[in-house]
């Protein structure tokens, strides 16, 4: 998952700070991530680029229960 998230999280080309989003979402037993909420953010363009990659990644594991919150960190360390 870190790796992927690494390959696939782009900054904004605007941007040009670095540090970590949190992310909550909820995993649905579909196996499907919704409910996106910025706990900690950076910028709306870096906060929304921290969503958009969470929401094409792949299918999770189905969540024990049915919308089990995660949090997630997500660190921008580079300018693509």
């Known amino acids: 998952m870190n790796a992927w998230i690494k390959e696939n999280l782009r900054t904004p080309k605007e941007d040009?700070?670095?540090?970590i989003v949190r992310v909550e979402f909820t995993v649905k037993k579909s196996e499907m991530l919704t409910n996106f909420v910025t706990k900690k953010g950076l910028n709306e363009g870096m906060?929304?680029?921290a969503i958009?990659?969470?929401?094409?990644?792949?299918?999770?594991n189905p969540a024990i229960k049915d919308?089990?919150?995660q949090t997630?960190?997500?660190k921008f360390s580079s300018v693509d």
Not at 16 to 19: F, L
Not at 52 to 60: F, G, H, N, R, Y
């Open 67 to 69: 919308h089990q919150k």
């Open 47 to 49: 906060d929304f680029s």
């Open 16 to 19: 040009v700070r670095y540090g």
């Open 72 to 74: 997630l960190p997500l």
């Open 52 to 60: 958009e990659c969470l929401q094409a990644m792949p299918k999770w």
